[in-house]
Every structure is written in structure tokens, then in C-alpha cells.
């Protein structure tokens, strides 16, 4: 095992209560157990919070560089969506139309 160094950390009596427990559970053999485990955690978490913070900055960046706030209608919004949605639908019928009717045997009599 690497060197270690003893090291004295004040701990709030609510965190005391649950390094106690770990050990008192047999989770943990003792104290510097539960708090090297969570030191290991904490090591692995960084990475992904500083990529989260990372990704947050460059949203607000783009954010305030797409330019001022422009106010909206919801109705207007939804008006619009119902449009798109509707001539779609249309489309979507046309062509199984009109492949259904290129698809049948012609007629005979």
C-alpha cells in the first residue's frame, strides 16, 4: 500500500451519524474506510461535473450570442404546428394513394 498520511477532518455531527452507521452496519471496518470510499467517488464524479459545467457554459454562450429575446404567441405556435402536422398528413395520404393505385393489377372484364 502507498504511504499514508494521517489527516484530522471535522465532520457535521449529521455526516459523523452516517460514517457511525457504516461501520456500526459492518459496511465498512472503520471510519478512514468509509471516507477513502467516498474520496474514490467523489474523484470519479469530477470528471463528469466539469464536462456537465463545460456544456452549460457553452449553452449559455450560444444563448446570449443567438441574439435578443423574441416573444412569442403559444396559440400562434400551436396554430403553426397543426398546419405542418395537417399538410403532412395530406402528403402521406397522396403518396398511399397513389402507390396503392400503381401497386393494383388493372381491371379485367
Known sequence: MATVEKVSVALSPELLDMVKSAVASGQYGSASEVIREALREWRLRQPLREAEAQRLRKAWTEGLESGPFAPFDIEDIKLKAHSRFS???????????????????????
Not at 399538410?87 to 372484364?109: C, D, F, N, V, Y
Open 87 to 109: 399538410e403532412a398528413g395530406k402528403k402521406t395520404a397522396e403518396w398511399l394513394t397513389s402507390s396503392l393505385s400503381a401497386a393494383r393489377p388493372p381491371k379485367t372484364i
